[in-house]
């Protein structure tokens, strides 16, 4: 699965994620960049651990970023909101094929047990 870092609206974002009633989609939240790093030392040591369990599958990955700081904090940042509901960064959201909608977030991002647990196994595109 390809990461794809988007600039999709948040309503695209969900309407995407809810229409692959087939397989799981995800959506890696991540905190924005400053001079090509994150400002969140969470996000900063998921990101590795991410890359590499999405990396070689054929499916996409949606990334975003929540915005600096400030941004993050405000209430109404829409990845606080419905349906997302993020409450700490990073976070990666699953929706299953029964749409139901299910988080990693923060240190379990980062913890490889819980990551391949919580994303399960992804079809290589060798072995398609």
């Known amino acids: ?3 794809q870092v988007t600039s999709e609206t948040p309503s695209a974002i969900a309407s995407s994620l809810k229409s692959s009633p087939s397989k799981p989609a995800f959506l890696v ?3 924005s960049l400053t001079d090509g790093r994150s400002w969140c030392g969470d996000c900063r040591r998921a990101e590795p651990f991410v ?3 999405f990396g070689g599958a054929d499916d996409i990955v949606r990334v975003v970023y929540a915005g600096q700081r400030d941004e993050w904090r405000k209430q109404d940042n829409p990845w606080r909101l419905e349906p997302f509901l993020v409450t700490n960064l990073p976070t990666l959201i699953k929706v299953t094929e029964e749409g139901k909608w299910e988080k990693l977030v923060e240190g379990d991002v980062y913890d490889q047990k819980i990551l391949d647990v919580f994303v399960g196994k992804l079809p290589r595109p ?3």
């Open 1 to 3: 699965m390809p990461l």
């Open 29 to 31: 939240v991540y905190a």
């Open 51 to 53: 890359n590499a369990k």
């Open 126 to 128: 060798d072995k398609l």
